[in-house]
């Protein structure tokens, strides 16, 4: 038998052997060593008031660089107390900070997260004179969003890098990268999750259009929860989702570039206008989809419950529409 602490450090050591003889440096998440190093075992990632272990610290391998992920931390405070943590077992050499652009489990991005938590992650690396910070895009429960939704959060995260020579907004930035309207029409999607009712800015990172979308109307495990936010909110989820596909429908008229328009990159404008074309089709669909999807559950069943043969086969055009408009969606995200 060999504790766990031991069997880590003898792989690592393996591990570390073979990266020096083949001239390359390693990197590790930090996570599990930190709690392993934690005399207070908190079950949490990253506990801000870790005790850490000088015993185990000292048996920690030399020249592996340590890498402090946190995509969820909006506090600047304890940020800075979890550097100084990993700061007592490794040196600012071999340490890095990497923070996330919220584009995975979700099939819309979650920009207000992103922000916020770029933002206080930068602050603390910046007061605490860390030289290296690193920005995440995973694709977690089924990369239903796709790569380009990160690049608002890159541009945020070089821009905060580079305090000092600021190149303008996001939605500037991102304009003169791919085409006139391209920044609002990517920053803007965070609406298809940011309903009536939630958080300015989407802390809790909840993903509404995603639950809607798949689940099955004849179950509606979510049905409930639609139901509340109905009663609470100014209008419907359906509505709601019926004017944002109204807005993505005339964002293409407004965000067309004009003739004689000078762009910084005309060139890769040029280019790249169709795929937000692409994009924008794709989430006015799903926005349709949405509208017409949101209340189907709670319409069954109470035409169901009451027996009302009339409502249930009048919904049959709208079911039939609706399932085409899915097969269309489904070959557009595809």
Known sequence: YKDRVTLMLEHMKRVLELTAKHQLKAEIWSDFIYKLLDKTKADRYYNPLAQMDPQEMSRLPQGLTYVHWDYGSESV??????????????????????????????????????????????????????????????????????????????????????????????????????????????????????????????????????????????????????????????????????????????????????????????????QTTPLMELIRQRYQLLAEVLADKAELGLRLRAARLAEDQNQLHQMITALTNLAEKVEHLCFAHE
């Open 77 to 270: 405070a304890e940020y800075e107390l979890v550097i100084q943590k990993h700061l007592a077992f490794c040196d600012r050499e071999h340490y890095v900070l990497a923070s996330g652009t919220h584009i995975w489990n979700r099939i819309a991005p979650n920009h207000g997260k992103t922000q916020r938590i770029i933002a206080a992650a930068l602050a603390a690396a910046r007061k605490q004179q860390i030289k290296k910070v690193m920005l995440t895009t995973w694709g977690d429960d089924g990369q239903e969003t796709e790569h380009w939704h990160a690049l608002p959060g890159a541009v945020a995260f070089a821009e905060g890098v580079y305090a000092n020579q600021k190149s303008g907004t996001v939605e500037t930035i991102l304009d003169n990268l791919l085409g006139a309207g391209a920044g609002q029409l990517l920053t803007e999607l965070n609406a298809f999750d940011e309903v009536d009712n939630v958080t300015a800015g989407n802390p809790n990172m909840t993903n509404i259009s995603k639950l809607l979308l798949w689940q099955d109307p004849l179950t509606g495990i979510y049905d409930w929860h639609v139901a509340a936010h109905n009663e609470q909110a100014p209008q419907t989820l359906g509505a709601y989702y019926r004017k944002l596909a109204e807005k993505l429908t005339t964002a293409s008229d407004q965000n067309s570039v004009k003739k004689g328009q000078t762009a910084i990159h005309e060139t890769s404008t040029s």
